[in-house]
C-alpha cells in the first residue's frame, strides 16, 4: 500500500499506525454512554494504534489524515488519477461504483445497490440523495465520504465517534453541502 499508493499519492499521514512523531495530531475517539453523553474512549475493538500492529488488515485498520483522504476521493473522481500519476485504470474505477449484485439482492438501501467497495446510488429519490451515480462509504471512527461525479465534487468528514448514537453525518453533509 506505501509504495503503490500512499507515495504516490502523497498520503503521508496514512499508515495502520500512528508514528510516535505524530502522535499530538492524533484526534481522540469517543463513544456513547450509557446516557447518550460523549466520553473520550478507546478505539475498534480497543486497538491501540500507536503501536505498529504484527498484522496489517487489508480490510480495515487505516488511520490517517482528512487530506490523505481527499487525495484518495480526488483520484477516484478523476477516474483513477491524481497529480498526473494513474493508480487505478479509468475502467477500474468505473467498475468500483457500478452495481455489481446479482439480480434480485437488495443493496444497502432505498435506491441504492453495491459496487466494489463503494455503495451506489441508484435512484436519488428512493435513496434521498441528489446525483445518480453518486459513491459512498463510512469507516468505523465516524469517518465517511461521498463522491458525487456528476456535480464533480468529494466530500470527507471525519468526527471520531463509535457506537449507537452517531448522528447521520452523511445524510446532513450532502444536504449541508447542496
Known sequence: LEERLFEPLGMTDTAFYVPEEKASRFAQVYNYGEEGNLVAGEGFADANFMVEPNFESGGGGLVGSTLDYLRFGQMLLNGGELDGVRILAPLTVELMHRNQLPPGV????????????????????????????????????????????????????????????RPDVRSLSRRLVY
Open 106 to 165: 437488495p443493496g444497502p438501501g432505498a435506491g441504492t445497490s453495491f459496487g466494489l467497495d463503494f455503495a451506489v446510488i441508484d435512484d436519488p429519490v428512493a435513496a434521498e440523495s441528489y446525483s445518480e451515480g453518486e459513491y459512498y462509504w463510512g469507516g468505523a471512527a465516524g469517518t465517511w465520504f461521498w463522491i458525487d461525479p456528476v456535480e464533480n465534487l468529494v466530500f470527507v468528514g471525519m468526527i471520531q465517534q463509535f457506537g449507537d448514537g
